[in-house]
């Protein structure tokens, strides 16, 4: 739970340095925001959530 609550602030904080610095219009980030919500619905968000999880799991061992 800890991980995806921070991973939420991290892209959200992501989206909105894209907005305001990249040209990143509101559209776009609400497209994105639906095709999200409907991918997590789909029968690969097990392996898409596996796969984050992984790859917290690696950058956290790294000791950057």
Known sequence: MVLSI????????LVY????Y???R???AI???LFGFY????S???QIR???RSMAHFLSGLNL
């Open 50 to 52: 596996d796969g984050v």
């Open 26 to 28: 509101a559209w776009h």
């Open 39 to 42: 991918l997590a619905s789909t």
């Open 6 to 13: 921070s991973l939420v602030m991290v892209l959200g904080a």
């Open 22 to 24: 990249a040209g990143l």
């Open 17 to 20: 340095l894209l907005y305001r």
């Open 44 to 46: 690969l968000a097990p």
């Open 31 to 33: 497209a994105c925001t």
